[in-house]
């Protein structure tokens, strides 16, 4: 077999592209706002992460223009080397007084920070614990290391207790999502620190969907728990709540120390640019001076659940703005996701492999800018497609 028999052979994107329903990689031709531009069209974004809608603030913008301004478009180099910027610095030391650690390292991508700081702190003989519905960039840095990764039955506490039983005389860490990105549940992270302190496990929690959502601060699940302490790694990423691109992880300074000097996605990547990183700035800003924000997210959140919910859709165990609606199979999947876009309305299709197979979902995100009038226009669409494909219990 040839190296690229494997492109060639390819025909499952073809097919549903034949097929009428290939919904990836969609256009927009303008901001990420409530509304969008697709193909010259407006839709309601009801699958956007920008859960605080700051991406098109006027100071996050003015504050990007002003970084390239002054320091230009990029760096040229990584953080290693030539790449350090006083504002890289600057913007480290407000995201480790955000989340209550002693210091923080950013990277370019929050994919970079996850197996960058996973790969770099796993051995030989030591233990990754992973909820079995964690990120990618999990699963893809336990895979980058050289430790055993294990994994647990999603949020279940018995599950993960059976494992660090097993792991109890080695080095063990459990890695898990503060809010989960498909499911919308959130991490029992309570119980999973009592688990820890009782089998001696280190803990690492990716804030990257619970920042800017959860605690009044916008810290995230570890401060919303009040399990900060207990927590020793926190991840974040800036590509939903604060408006930009990049990740970062805060932890004790030692253990950052060590990543500046082992973690290859930061050493052998170029940094972050300035743009990005004094976009995020002006997002942690706006987000403490603007509390309000936190506030209409979770009002707006509290009525779609209600809402969908009374409508008879099935949105599982989700308790956040990811709010996703189950239907099965890929088909029915993907004409929900069709019959949403031709009547305006912007969701995202999730079907296998992401999700096990016949378990295939719509995945809506909801932002504290939607206007109640926008939520009631979408929630009239969702009623009337969801009874004509006949994928809402109505008892």
């Known amino acids: 077999m040839g190296i690229f028999d494997k492109c060639y052979n ?5 097919k549903i592209r034949s097929l009428g329903y290939y ?3 969609r256009v927009i031709e303008s901001e990420q706002d409530t509304v969008v531009l697709v193909n010259g069209k407006k839709m309601l974004m009801m699958g956007s992460n920008s859960y605080l809608g700051l991406t098109t ?11 390239l301004n002054k320091y230009g478009s990029g760096c040229a180099g990584s953080r290693f080397l030539n790449g350090t910027l006083d504002i890289h610095i600057t913007l480290e030391e407000e995201l480790a007084k955000l989340v209550g650690k002693e210091a923080a390292l950013v990277y370019a991508t929050g994919y970079q920070a996850n197996i960058g700081t996973i790969s770099a702190l796993i051995m030989k003989g030591d233990y990754i614990i992973t909820d079995k519905y964690d990120h990618a960039s999990i699963i893809d ?13 999603h949020n279940n506490m018995s599950s993960l207790e059976r494992i660090l039983h097993k792991t109890a005389v080695n080095n063990s860490i459990v890695i898990v999502d503060g809010i989960f990105s498909m499911e919308g549940d959130i991490a029992d992270l309570p119980n999973i620190v009592k688990l820890c302190e009782k089998y001696d496990a280190k803990l690492m929690v990716d804030e990257a969907h619970s920042l800017g959502v959860l605690h009044k601060s916008g810290a995230g699940a570890a401060m919303h728990f009040n399990c900060t ?12 709540s604060l408006a930009s691109v990049g990740g970062f992880i805060a932890a004790d300074k030692q253990i950052v120390d060590y990543l500046k000097h082992h973690s290859r996605s930061l050493i052998f990547s170029a940094s972050l640019p300035p743009a990005s990183a004094a976009s995020v700035l002006e997002a942690l800003k706006i987000m403490e001076e603007e509390p309000e924000r936190i506030t209409k997210l ?5 009525y779609m659940h209600n809402a969908l919910k009374s409508m008879g859709f099935n949105c599982g165990y989700s308790c956040t703005p990811v709010i996703p609606l189950h239907i099965g199979d890929m088909i029915t999947t993907f004409r929900v996701w069709k019959r949403l876009a031709e009547e305006g309305v912007f969701v995202n299709p999730v079907v296998p492999p992401a999700v096990p197979p016949n378990q295939g979902l719509i995945r809506c995100s909801f932002m504290a800018t939607h206007t109640k009038d926008q939520l ?7 009623q009337e497609i969801g009874t004509e494909l006949k994928v809402i219990n109505n008892n």
């Open 10 to 14: 390819f025909q499952e994107a073809e």
């Open 23 to 25: 919904p990836y990689f």
């Open 57 to 67: 603030h006027p100071r996050v913008k003015k504050a990007a223009i002003d970084a």
């Open 141 to 153: 840095g336990c895979k980058l290391s050289n430790g055993t990764m294990l994994r647990y039955a």
């Open 229 to 240: 302490q207990q927590t020793d790694i926190i991840m974040g990423t800036f590509s939903k």
């Open 298 to 302: 979770w009002n707006n959140t509290y």
């Open 376 to 382: 009631d226009m979408a929630l009239d669409k969702f």
